[in-house]
């Protein structure tokens, strides 16, 4: 059995104003060889939690094979997000504590 390649993924995003324009980034880094693959992007009308989910999910885009990925984030909804409420959604057939499927989405409050 062959074991999986590691690489470490450093992400970050923001936004000026919440909604507003925004960016992410990501790096990619094998430890093993010191190779590094860097990403960025961004839109001009986005949330802060949305463009930190972006550099991690560009990132992990990015991987050509299975790979062992540690990651490192400045992001408590993305730290969150992974190691509290992912595995209590997987527990819960991947439905919020009201019962619906976590890709329903409720509306938004409009002004």
Same mark, same amino acid.
């Given at each position: 059995? #062959?074991?999986q390649?590691?690489?470490h993924l450093f992400t970050?995003? *923001?936004c000026s104003g919440n909604?507003?324009?925004g960016g992410w980034a990501y790096l990619l880094r094998h430890p093993a060889s010191e190779k590094q693959l860097e990403g960025s992007?961004?839109?001009?009308e986005? #949330?802060?939690n949305r463009m930190e989910?972006?550099?991690v999910?560009? *990132?992990l885009t990015s991987l050509k094979k299975p790979t062992h990925v540690e990651l490192f984030t400045d992001s408590v909804y993305v730290g969150k997000g992974m190691s509290e409420w992912m595995p209590k959604w997987k527990a819960n057939g991947w439905k919020r504590k009201e019962g619906k499927r976590l890709e329903e989405r409720r509306p938004l409050a409009t002004a």
């Open positions: 059995m #062959t074991e390649p590691e690489v970050d995003g *923001g909604p507003g324009p992007g961004g839109e001009p986005t #949330t802060n989910l972006m550099g999910i560009e *990132g």
